[in-house]
């Protein structure tokens, strides 16, 4: 079996390919540091090329709206395959009163819009009955990475951020054991202990 993720070196994105590598599949990987680009759409378009012959597709880097740019290309070309494409879309979007903070310079709004159009595009697909790839749309919380600050405003509202290596093999063991078609996962985060 065959994989390529997006955003593979860092965060979730680098606990999807150990946890795929573990279980003996082949990952490529595409990331700035290694030359892949999403914003631009000559690389987009390479990633969708170079990926052809995998059997899953990670939608996990976020730029702007390239993310959602990159499922549209992904899903015009594998739309009558047997792939999986899962897109790592954001809690954020149920969240209109989020504070803003670094990872987000154009405020928290902008970051769940660019979000939302992920998971409209997704919708989108869903509407095509004769395709026979799988899309599924997961929207995590706080995750603990380098991107989201664990901070004490987290701390007041009593809310963990989820590690980043359960939650990748939560969500692979959940969509490629999946005896059905399974379209979201939406995964929030524990309450602390009392």
Same mark, same amino acid.
């Given at each position: $079996? #065959?994989?390529?993720?997006?955003g593979?070196?860092?965060?979730?994105?680098? @606990? +999807?390919?150990?946890?795929?590598?573990?279980?003996?599949?082949?990952?490529?990987? +595409?990331?700035?540091?290694?030359?892949?680009?999403?914003?631009?759409?000559?690389?987009? #378009? #390479?990633?969708?090329?170079?990926s052809? !012959?995998?059997? *899953?597709?990670?939608n996990?880097?976020h /730029?702007? +709206?390239?993310?959602?740019?990159l499922? @549209?290309?992904?899903?015009?070309?594998?739309?009558?395959?047997a792939? &999986?494409? &899962?897109?790592?879309?954001? &809690?954020?979007?149920?969240?209109?009163?989020?504070?803003?903070?670094?990872?987000?310079p154009?405020? /928290?709004?902008h970051?769940?819009?660019?979000?939302?159009?992920? !998971? /409209? %595009?997704h919708?989108?697909?869903?509407?095509?009955?004769?395709?026979? %790839?799988?899309?599924?749309?997961?929207?995590?919380?706080? *995750? !603990?990475? @380098?991107?989201?600050?664990?901070?004490?405003?987290?701390? %007041?509202n $009593?809310?963990?951020? $989820?590690?980043?290596?359960?939650?990748?093999?939560?969500?692979?063991?959940? *969509?490629?054991?999946?005896?059905?078609?399974?379209?979201?996962?939406?995964?929030? /985060?524990?309450? #602390? !202990?009392?």
């Amino acid at each position: $079996m #065959k994989a390529a993720i997006t955003g593979h070196t860092k965060g979730l994105g680098k @606990s +999807f390919l150990t946890h795929l590598e573990s279980k003996g599949y082949q990952v490529l990987g +595409f990331s700035r540091s290694n030359g892949y680009n999403i914003e631009e759409i000559a690389t987009q #378009k #390479k990633i969708i090329d170079v990926s052809q !012959d995998c059997d *899953i597709f990670i939608n996990n880097a976020h /730029h702007g +709206f390239s993310q959602t740019e990159l499922f @549209s290309r992904a899903w015009n070309q594998w739309k009558n395959t047997a792939k &999986i494409i &899962i897109s790592i879309s954001s &809690i954020s979007v149920y969240l209109p009163n989020a504070l803003s903070g670094p990872q987000h310079p154009l405020g /928290h709004s902008h970051y769940a819009a660019e979000k939302t159009g992920l !998971d /409209h %595009a997704h919708y989108w697909a869903w509407q095509d009955a004769e395709a026979s %790839a799988q899309s599924v749309l997961v929207r995590p919380g706080l *995750i !603990d990475t @380098s991107r989201v600050k664990w901070t004490t405003a987290n701390a %007041a509202n $009593m809310k963990e951020p $989820m590690e980043p290596e359960k939650l990748a093999a939560y969500i692979l063991n959940t *969509i490629i054991d999946c005896p059905y078609l399974l379209r979201e996962i939406t995964v929030w /985060h524990r309450k #602390k !202990d009392a």
